[in-house]
C-alpha cells in the first residue's frame, strides 16, 4: 500500500468530564500534539479550549500559544486548525428566532481569524448544517464559501469535512466554481448522531460520491474509531484518531493521553500493511506548499 497518513484530533468542545485525560490548556494541547506525532501522526488537528473551565473556545491568542509551542518545539508536524467552531445556534424557547443560552455563531471573519492570521499547513472547513443534539451546527453555502476564499488567500488548504452525501454536493459544487482548487482533500465523518452511519455501505457509498482524483479520509466516532479505521485503510483513504473522537483505548478502558490512540492506531495499520506517511510525506500527498492565492 502507498503511505497512509494518520490525523490525531487531539482536543475537541465535548466536556472534559468525559475522560479527565483530554488536554485544555495550550501547554496541554500542544504537549499532547508533539507526543502524538512522535507517536507516529503525520497532521494534528487542533481545536483550543478555555483554561479556566474547558469549554470550547475561539480566542486567537489561545490558538496563537498552542501553534508557537508546537513550532517552537522543533517537532515535525503538519498543523490542521479547525474553523468548525461558531457555527452552534440554539433556538430559544420563547421564540425560537432568536438565539437561545448555548448558541455560539458568528461570522465566516470570525471563525477564520486565526487561520488567516497563523498560516497553519490545513485547516478544517465543515460543510455539514445539521443537529447535533440540542443545538444546530449551521454552515450555510455562503459562509463555506466566505471561509474557503480566506483560507485559500491566505494559501492554507482546506479539509472538506464532509457528514452526508448532500455536503459532498456542495462541495463538488465550489470546486467546479473554483472556490476550492482541485484535488480536494475530503475528511468523512461517521458515526456522528443524525449524521452518516458508520458502516462500511455508507462509507463506500460516501466515498464514490467523491470527485476523482480527491484525496479522502474517514473516521468513525466513539466505538466506531478503530473499526472505521480499517475500513478506511481498506478502501484506499487516510485515517484519523484521537481524543475528539473517542475517549476509550479499548472497551472500558480510557485512552491517557492522544498518543495512546495513535500508538493503537498505528498497530492496526501495520496489521494491514499499510505505513504510516512522515509529515514530509504527507505534506507530499496533500500538495501542501502548492496553494495558489486567487
Known amino acids: ?17 468525559n475522560n479527565p485525560a483530554v488536554p485544555v490548556t495550550p501547554a496541554q494541547i500542544a504537549q499532547q500534539s508533539i507526543d502524538a506525532a512522535k507517536a507516529g501522526a503525520a497532521v ?5 479550549r478555555d483554561p479556566k473551565t474547558g469549554r470550547s473556545s475561539m480566542e486567537l491568542e489561545l490558538y496563537r500559544e498552542v501553534v ?5 518545539s522543533g517537532t515535525d508536524v503538519v498543523i490542521n486548525l479547525t474553523t468548525g467552531t461558531g457555527a452552534m445556534f440554539v433556538p430559544g424557547k420563547e421564540d425560537p428566532a432568536v ?10 471573519a470570525v471563525r477564520a481569524r486565526h487561520v488567516v492570521e497563523l498560516k497553519p499547513d490545513v485547516c478544517s472547513l465543515d460543510f455539514c448544517t445539521m443537529w447535533f443534539r440540542t443545538r444546530a451546527f449551521i454552515n450555510s453555502p455562503e ?15 482546506p479539509e472538506l469535512e464532509v457528514f452526508d452525501s448532500g455536503d459532498i454536493g456542495l ?17 468523512i465523518v461517521l458515526g456522528v448522531s443524525y449524521g452518516a452511519a458508520a458502516t462500511p455501505e455508507t462509507l463506500i457509498y460516501l466515498r464514490n460520491l467523491l470527485p476523482p482524483g480527491s484525496i479522502w479520509a474517514a ?12 475500513q478506511s485503510l ?54 501542501l506548499g502548492k496553494i495558489r492565492i486567487a
Request: charge should be positive; include cysteine; charged fraction near 20%.
Open 1 to 17: 500500500m502507498a503511505k497512509t497518513i494518520l490525523t490525531c484530533a487531539v482536543t475537541g468542545g465535548a466536556p472534559i468530564s
Open 44 to 48: 494534528v488537528h487542533i481545536h483550543v
Open 68 to 72: 508557537g509551542r508546537i513550532r517552537d
Open 99 to 108: 438565539a437561545g443560552p448555548g448558541t455560539e455563531f458568528h461570522p465566516p
Open 143 to 157: 459562509h463555506v464559501t466566505e471561509i474557503a476564499k480566506l483560507a485559500r488567500h491566505a494559501g492554507v488548504k
Open 171 to 187: 462541495a463538488k459544487q465550489l470546486i467546479g466554481e473554483g472556490v476550492i482548487a482541485a484535488p480536494a482533500f475530503f475528511q
Open 219 to 230: 473516521f468513525g466516532i466513539g466505538a466506531h474509531a478503530y473499526p472505521m479505521l480499517a
Open 234 to 287: 481498506l478502501l484506499g483513504g487516510h485515517v484519523r484518531v484521537g481524543l475528539e473522537d473517542n475517549y476509550y483505548l479499548e472497551k472500558g478502558v480510557k485512552a491517557p493521553h492522544n498518543a495512546a490512540l495513535v500508538e493503537k492506531g498505528v498497530a492496526i495499520m501495520r496489521s494491514l500493511g499499510a505505513e504510516p506517511a512522515t509529515p514530509a510525506e504527507a505534506r507530499e500527498i496533500l500538495g
